[in-house]
């Protein structure tokens, strides 16, 4: 049981050039999130997918989009990556249980844009 | 715009001593309310969650929530240096499966 997990680890993109974050939970969870953390501004929530087949903006939606590939797997696309993106980014996974809703959260993808 | 706000630290305390994390937030309907641990590199762990007014304990953390204050609270009693790390506030929203983040607060034990 690997709970989250998160490909890459740490990438380096120039300005303009796209990639994919990828994310997968094996926890049989409904809900996924994208959030990027930046110092001293805590994590704030790029997009989400209450269940499979649905997507919605968060907080920071501009510049990614997202796929909900099935219901293990949520994928964050930057476009054309700018230096604002520079950040850490962080995929999450809950269930409902009453008003419980823990997350789950990957170990971070490390992304610095030149 | 939903609000939580923390003080961002660094608080530092010494070993043994009682930490107190405080949070506040500004949407008055929420009803659940949590507090992660981040260790520098890492990524947030859940440590407590709450939604009744009051106290929870669980092992050396209380988790404090006063619903007519917005105000909640995370207690660490004896801490240790392997306590350091940034705290986060979370609150659910009314309505939804989102939880909002406080952008955290450093605490530092010091041994």
């Known amino acids: 049981n690997a709970g989250v997990t998160q490909t890459p680890k740490f990438q380096v993109l120039k300005t303009g050039q796209s990639m994919t974050l990828q994310c997968a939970q094996d926890m049989n969870h409904n809900s996924m999130y994208w959030y990027r953390q930046d110092p001293g501004m805590g994590l704030r929530l790029i997009y989400y997918?209450?269940?499979?087949?649905?997507?919605d903006k968060g907080e920071v939606p501009n510049g990614y989009n997202v796929s909900r590939l099935n219901k293990r797997e949520f994928s964050l696309r930057l476009e054309s990556a700018a230096p604002s993106q520079t950040s850490v980014y962080f995929c999450?996974?809950?269930?409902?249980?009453?008003?419980?809703?823990?997350?789950?959260f990957g170990p971070g993808t490390r992304l610095l844009v030149l | 715009q939903k609000e939580v706000e923390q003080n961002s630290g660094p608080l530092s305390v010494p070993e043994g001593a009682i930490a107190s994390l405080n949070c506040t937030y500004s949407?008055?309907?929420?009803?659940?309310f949590f507090w992660y641990r981040q260790y520098s590199g890492k990524s947030p762990e859940l440590i407590m969650f709450?939604?009744?007014?009051g106290d929870k304990e669980d092992g050396r953390f209380t988790a404090q929530l006063n619903k007519a204050s917005q105000y909640v609270s995370l207690l660490i009693r004896d801490s240790q240096p392997s306590d350091s790390a940034t705290y986060l506030c979370a609150v659910k929203e009314e309505y939804g499966n989102k939880l909002v983040f406080g952008a955290g607060t450093i605490l530092r034990v010091k041994s």
């Open positions: 999450a996974s809950s269930e409902h249980v009453l008003r419980q809703e823990t997350q789950y």
């Open positions: 997918s209450a269940s499979e087949g649905t997507t």
């Open positions: 949407d008055r309907g929420s009803q659940s």
């Open positions: 709450i939604y009744s007014n």
